[in-house]
């Protein structure tokens, strides 16, 4: 919402500069922009949130501007001249919908004179980024922009039998609106017929249709000026894919009490514009008229949830002048003997959001100035309780904040072409019915989805170097209900080691990746990396993770095709061409565990870990050299090893690979260092020597190793 700073002042006797009132705005709860100077003065650009529809129009923000400065709202009483003739006589209005349309009126005015619009007029709209059209039309802008409540007009003489009908759509109905498109209905919908009903001239809400719009040739005009049920339009504009300042406003629920006073008001402007005879009275149709809620406050409450007081005086002030119209009812006596007011407060219609006594508390906080009461907690009033699986979650959080990671939330709605990029097969995507966006249609089937996007933000802010992880969920369809389960998430790229005076820059790698994992399954006994992983992942740099005999998650490098969907290497600089299967270019790693099952695996470990003394006798080492065919991994040669038995086998670790010469086409290698030791006694040579046959054979039988000369 722009606000013209010098229209505003037709409202309000204000004299701050524009970003000083800018400022005091912002701290009363309204999001400011910014301000610009330009040709038509200084304009403010408010971001009004979507449960304020009333700061949509420039009386709206004066009513804010008014309470904020302790000055009188000026208000619009328009008394436009009428004819002999009764509009009741030249237009009829029939509502068939009530629950889509609360009201509808209509004023007819004769004889106009369409032409371009002076130019007071066409300053205000251009600087609150309105296209002039004609007087008419602009007219309707303006007035949209001035009360904040949209209307629309017709030309009078092309509305079939002077009648108007508020109906359904019928499903697949079509008609051509003003911006020339023409578009398919479906029943949901609130449309404006005239006639018999059968011809559609407008969307209700949303927009006009092409065939009843105003042109230079029109000489009658029909004003409308209605009231439409918010979630119907917000439900119309996101099927019809058709935003307008008029679904914007109505969307968000604009008041109904509004609608004459701004046909009344059009009416005045274009008698003053466009000349003609505007027809005695309005056609008014109002079927969603409902009656003022009242709410009350209490000191008491204000107190509570404030931690400070508020003078009686600037209570009643600043509801009084936001329109709530507070009574004092009674005295309550508080613990010590002193008086606590208590007022009674009228909801106005232009505020349909103010529900109970915490909104208005909300409303005196924020004119009072949430900075002048004191920081302090409230009051605890039960016993707070940890989660279930709090202590291993905080083991958790701490190793990865240790291994250089940093934790970041984000929503789980995503889009769903994203989304299908990293979708299991076989899993249908659980979509939203009432999402937010275009953009957050589904419930994540993944976190890796977030996680991506969260590094593609980073790579595209300058940030290279990051490593991020998530504690959340992910959403999949299990026949009709959507499934919850708790996962963690990690994504890293850029540098694993920054380069510094002793040593060169690394990137971050597949090897890295693992490796922080590992120390993650240390909680629980241990991961263990298999062959596989999903198809979005490089097929040389992945794995399935396993704890026990049960897969827990995925890990690895992604794709090509991912990185080149999310542009991350735009982020480093590199092209394609540089050798992508040759893995020149920085790599973007990620990996999901599921938390329950790792939970329980951390809870059994720490469980069954018992206390033991360090052994009073020594260790031996014994190196094993391996020829192994390419695509053995390791980890089938330590479950070999282990599969054993031998329970002075205290560590089995990978110390050296090597292919290239003298290492026959289609091998490899590897050379695995296993360390022997007992608690009983000092080995002897001869139990070295056979424990090492054991393993040497076992190698030969089940993976065809062969031992390498010395």
Known sequence: MKIVYNWLKDFVGVTAEPHELASRLALSGTNIGGVEMGAHGAVIDAEVSSNRPDCLGHLGIAREVGTIYKLPLKHISPKPAEGAAKASDAVKVEIQSPDLCGRFTARVIRGVKIQPSPKWLKDRLEAS??????????????????????????????????????????????????????????????????????????????????????????????????????????RAARFLKLHTEASTRFGRGADPEMAELASRRAAELILQLAGGELLAGVVDVYPGKREPRKIRVTRAEILRVMGADVPDKEVEASLGALGFAPVRIDHNRGAEGSLLAAWECTQPSWRAEVEREIDLIEEIARIHGLDKFPPRLPAARQGAERLPHYEAESRLRERLIGLGYREILTIPHVAEDRDALFRPENVAPARLSNPLSEEAGVLRSTGIVSVAAALEWNLNHGQRNARLFEIGSHYRLKGNESVETRVLTLGATGEALEKNLYEAARDFSFADLKGDLDSVGKFCGGLRWEEGGAHWLHTAQRGRIVVGSEEIGIGGRLSRDICQRFKFFQGFGYAFGQGFGGLAQPGVFVAELNLDPLYTAMRAAKEARRYQPLPRFPAVERDFSLLLADGTPFSEVAKTIQSLGIAEIVSIEATDLFRGKNVPAGKYSLLVRVTFQSREATLTDAQVSDYSGQIIAALEKHLGAQLRAS
């Open 129 to 234: 980024g309105v296209a002039s059209i004609s007087n008419v039309v602009d007219i309707s802008n303006y007035v949209m922009l001035e009360l904040g409540h949209p209307l629309h007009t017709f030309d009078y003489d092309k509305v079939r039998d002077h009648k108007i009908v508020v109906r359904r759509a019928k499903q697949n109905e079509k008609m051509r609106t003003l911006d020339g498109i023409e578009r398919q209905f479906d029943s949901n919908l609130c449309m404006i017929s005239d006639g018999d009903g059968s011809r559609p001239i407008g969307i209700g809400g949303i927009m006009g249709g092409a065939e009843t719009e105003i042109s230079f040739s029109t000489k009658n005009v029909l004003i409308e000026c209605a009231w439409f049920e918010p979630v119907a339009i917000r």
